[in-house]
């Protein structure tokens, strides 16, 4: 028995070495850079440790204008992205022919590049010398002025931004609930038509329960990966994104690293970690919910 267990220690230490090297060391590095007050990048030293990083960082309006972006962003592309892929793959899971076809185009999205996509949709939005853009020329079909999503007011940079992540978003949660559907028992279904039960009764008592478990997943992991937006931010309004005032939390930690005001390791680190509590934090509520529901 201890033959066997030492045994599976062993297939499990290329895992474990690669976890400790690539992810808790580098956590472990970030709490000591978020404690080291005064810390200069040049000498690599500093005059005290203590909690100031985190009060710099929490009383610095660009930090504070990061969150806010990133809130916003959070609350309103993941229960629209979620709902509209639970909306496609309901279409998808209903037609027969042709729906790998549909399946494919949908699914694209997912597999081109984030950055060249962003430039797409800059194109689309952004107002030059020689044309307002193509979503504005449709604005001015339809009889209402020209608006300048780039560079305009903020309600309309978030507008193209949410916009934007919806549409990155939605493949990956389409395929996950396509899978999701395509995986409940047709009996279930067979049973409730002879019953006489509506399609909108088979839904919330058949569908929506078998699918719950997968609805959770994708709500949390979008929580997770809209706290992440970065490059497609960048993609869109280019790198001073505190000018713009679009910077995210994630931009924020890069710009005290590697930006203009860069080389304050401690400031990111400190950053790094508050992002890292909100993200536990709205995970742990997820689950909570998750768990009682269940």
């Known amino acids: 028995m201890k033959r066997n267990g030492l045994k599976g220690w062993l297939y499990l230490l290329p895992a474990i070495i690669f976890l400790?090297?690539?992810?808790?060391?580098?956590?472990?590095?970030?709490?000591?850079?978020?404690?080291?007050?005064?810390?200069?990048f040049a000498s690599s030293s500093y005059y005290g440790i203590g909690s100031y990083n985190f009060s710099y960082v929490l009383h610095d309006p660009y930090f504070m204008q990061a969150v806010k972006n990133t809130f916003v962003l959070v609350i309103i592309t993941v229960p629209i992205s979620t709902l509209l892929a639970l909306l496609v793959s309901l279409g998808l899971n209903s037609i027969r022919k042709l729906k790998e076809l549909f399946e494919t185009i949908y699914f694209l999205p997912y597999v081109t590049n984030t950055l060249a996509v962003g430039l797409v949709f800059m194109i689309l939005f952004k107002k030059t010398a020689y044309s307002d853009g193509l979503i504005n020329l449709l604005i001015n079909f339809l009889g209402?002025?020209?608006?300048?999503?780039i560079e305009g007011p903020y309600w309309a940079k978030m507008l193209v931004m949410s916009i934007y992540t919806i549409w990155v978003v939605l493949p990956f949660k389409i395929l996950?609930?396509?899978?999701?559907?395509?995986?409940?028992?047709q009996q279930y279904y067979r049973a409730a038509k002879i019953d006489g039960a509506s399609k909108f009764k088979i839904f919330t008592h058949i569908t929506l329960p078998m699918i719950a478990p997968?609805?959770?997943?994708l709500i949390i992991t979008g929580f997770i990966g809209a706290f992440k937006a970065?490059?497609?931010?960048?993609a869109i309004?280019?790198?001073?994104?505190?000018?713009?005032g679009m910077n995210t939390i994630v931009g924020y930690?890069?710009?005290?690293?590697?930006?203009?005001?860069g080389g304050y390791p401690s400031y990111a680190s400190a950053a790094a970690l508050v992002l890292f509590a909100i993200v536990l934090t709205i995970t742990c509520i997820n689950l909570l919910l998750t768990s009682r529901k269940a």
């Open 214 to 217: 997968m609805l959770f997943y």
């Open 176 to 185: 996950i609930l396509t899978s999701a559907l395509a995986s409940v028992d």
């Open 20 to 40: 400790g090297l690539f992810m808790v060391y580098p956590l472990i590095d970030v709490v000591i850079y978020s404690l080291e007050e005064g810390y200069n």
């Open 230 to 234: 970065y490059s497609d931010v960048v």
């Open 253 to 261: 930690v890069y710009d005290m690293l590697y930006g203009a005001s």
């Open 144 to 149: 209402f002025s020209s608006i300048d999503f």
């Open 237 to 244: 309004f280019g790198t001073n994104l505190n000018a713009a």
